[in-house]
């Protein structure tokens, strides 16, 4: 018996076998969740179908969450096929890349507006969706970085959208607790992964990582997904509305 045995639960956002996702997936399916995955389009159903049948995945659905249809009609899935929902994991995030290498001031109006729907409005929106399918006990995560909570280099219109982000958390989990329903943000340090790809100086990021978190190293997608794990299960029963580091301690480190 594993700490996921007999709970069903979606994941939003594996691209690829580097996803974060896909690590928080892996953790999942070891401890014994029953999983469903969804995909953008053609183009990444051909990467994710693949890696999710891997895993014994029921359920392979299209969504794209700047559809309110989509994401409707995705979770109508879900609930023909199971009946109810225990799990989501919200793992999407995007921004122009001009607007993510562009000084702040000079963030379109269209790029700021896309980079807050998919990175920030899509949490509540899927919730929305997921919430009448979910009992007491139910979780959903969501993936966050530092950039939230600091000025990050390059980061720019993405660090106000994951702000945004860990404060749909908060107001969310504070909705959903009468209801027994948990919702936290897992902040993670930097990780090459085809999202993170857009930003400038990501590879100096990981160094940093190396020379001032405390543990001396980067984190990668296990790590995450082990810290993922945690807050899906029973053993955060008790906790909601929070943004868990998993970065080796860096948000807390000197570093000049």
């Known amino acids: 018996m594993g700490l996921m045995t007999g709970k069903r639960g979606i994941i939003l956002g594996v691209a690829n076998d580097m996803s974060i996702a896909w690590g928080i997936a892996q953790q999942l399916h070891k401890e014994g969740a029953t999983l469903a995955f969804t995909y953008l389009n053609e183009a990444l159903e ?24 989509q994401i409707e009609a995705c979770f109508s899935e879900v609930e023909k096929a199971w009946g109810g ?11 122009n890349r001009d607007d993510l290498k562009n000084p702040f001031s000079q963030t379109s109006r269209d790029g700021f507006c896309l980079a807050m729907d998919i990175s920030a409005y899509s949490l509540v929106a899927v919730t929305r969706a997921a919430v009448p399918l979910m ?5 959903i995560v969501t993936m966050t970085y530092l950039g939230s909570q ?3 280099p390059n980061y720019n219109v ?9 404060a749909s958390v908060r107001y969310l989990a ?3 607790g009468e209801k027994g329903i948990r919702v936290n943000a897992v902040s ?14 990501l ?8 020379q001032y978190a405390p543990l001396r190293r980067a984190v990668d997608q296990e790590d995450v997904g082990k810290a993922a794990l945690y807050m899906l299960s029973d053993l955060a029963s008790g906790v909601t509305g929070e943004t868990h580091f998993v970065d080796g301690g860096f948000n807390f480190a000197v570093t000049a």
Not at 46 to 67: F, H
Not at 188 to 201: E, K, N, Q, Y
Not at 203 to 210: H, N, Q, S
């Open 46 to 69: 051909k990467r994710v179908r693949p890696l999710a049948e891997s895993l014994d995945a029921e359920l392979v659905l299209p969504c794209d969450v700047a559809s309110d249809e």
């Open 174 to 176: 504070a909705e959903l």
């Open 188 to 201: 993670a340090g930097p990780i090459r992964t085809l999202a993170a790809s857009g930003v400038v100086g």
């Open 158 to 166: 993405m660090g106000v959208a994951k702000a945004a982000l860990e």
């Open 135 to 139: 009992k007491p006990g139910g979780s």
């Open 85 to 95: 929902l225990d799990f989501v994991v919200h793992s999407l995030a995007f921004a």
């Open 203 to 210: 590879k100096e990021k990981i160094k940093l990582m190396d």
């Open 150 to 152: 600091r000025s990050v």
